[in-house]
């Protein structure tokens, strides 16, 4: 690729492809949070105020922002993705996120659910990079390009005309996911599909946690089950989730039974029985110890974070 086009591809979004962003939501959000669309594996973000330092999960996907500020904590690290990037959250990982907006500069941003078969279509067809030297992150903050901005205005675009979304709305959902899957953090996403990897396997292993986290967990079936050792399978596991299988597991149990309690489908034991607890003082001291809050505290308040 001649160097000035390779520039051009990957020069940072200009302002301008942001404010048409920004425009375009607007008129879309009726609410803060996670708001669904038309568009299947597509929702808007909105938060008109500043959000502390908050235990969560995000489904893999991409979540570009284009105006206002995030701090994602993973383990040790610091990850900023405000306006001008998109997260890639290529495995679900329980970390912590820190909203900063205002009234007057909402953040507003828009999530793109990963379809794992449009990936692997995209994978035959788009180079891999040859630059990368260093392994996959499952979690890491992208600088938006003005290809990929440009991907995301036609995709909400499509928001706006029915006839557009049902026509050519997979379209753009592959436009966004093929910029995405040649940014730098491709990687981290092509070997999502190679199951020989160890990444590949330890994302084979979360999907199954995510499926059946309220059932007992055997470390060593689960292994097993992606085809390797026990002790391989927790130094590997640990490496890219940043927490042991169990850890991992009470993470998911606890954010899901807070979904439930904030959206007041199920009470407090109700939630704790529905995500696996057998025990409800167990699950409140848990439950304590990772929201800082007893359990109850939570069905007065709505969960604008939970995925």
């Given at each position: ?44 973000m909105a938060f008109h105020g500043s959000h ?208 439930m309690i904030a959206a007041r489908t199920h ?41």
């Amino acid at each position: 690729m001649p160097d000035a086009l390779h520039d051009t591809l990957h020069a940072p979004a200009t302002d301008a492809l942001q404010q048409r962003m920004c425009k375009l939501m607007t008129p879309l959000i009726d609410r803060d949070g996670y708001i669904p669309t038309r568009m299947e594996g597509v929702r808007l973000m909105a938060f008109h105020g500043s959000h502390p330092r908050t235990p969560l999960v995000y489904e893999p996907g991409l979540f570009i922002v284009a105006q206002g500020e995030k701090t994602g904590y993973l383990g040790e690290r610091t990850i900023h993705y405000g306006a001008g990037h998109y997260l890639v959250q290529a495995m679900p990982l329980p970390f912590e996120c820190e909203t900063r907006a205002t009234p007057q500069a909402p953040m507003l941003g828009v999530s793109v659910s990963i379809d794992m078969i449009m990936l692997g279509e995209l994978s035959q067809v788009v180079p891999r990079a040859t630059n990368t030297t260093s392994p996959p992150r499952p979690m890491a903050a992208v600088s938006l390009t003005d290809a990929m901005s440009r991907g995301v205005v036609h995709l909400l675009e499509c928001l706006h005309d029915e006839v557009m979304c049902r026509a050519l709305g997979r379209q753009r959902i592959r436009e966004v996911l093929f910029e995405a899957l040649r940014g730098p953090q491709g990687e981290s996403l092509r070997q999502l599909l190679q199951q020989h990897t160890h990444y590949g396997r330890i994302g084979l292993a979360l999907e199954t946690l995510h499926q059946d986290y309220a059932q007992p967990l055997s470390v060593e079936t689960l292994a097993e089950k992606v085809n390797m050792s026990p002790s391989a399978f927790h130094h590997h596991f640990k490496r890219f989730t940043h927490l042991s299988p169990l850890q991992y597991q009470k993470r998911i149990r606890l954010l899901r039974a807070r979904a439930m309690i904030a959206a007041r489908t199920h009470n407090v034991s109700s939630a704790a029985s529905a995500v696996g607890y057998q025990s409800a003082s167990q699950f409140s001291r848990e439950y304590k110890r990772y929201f800082g809050r007893q359990p109850v505290g939570d069905q007065r308040l709505e969960s604008h974070e939970s995925e």
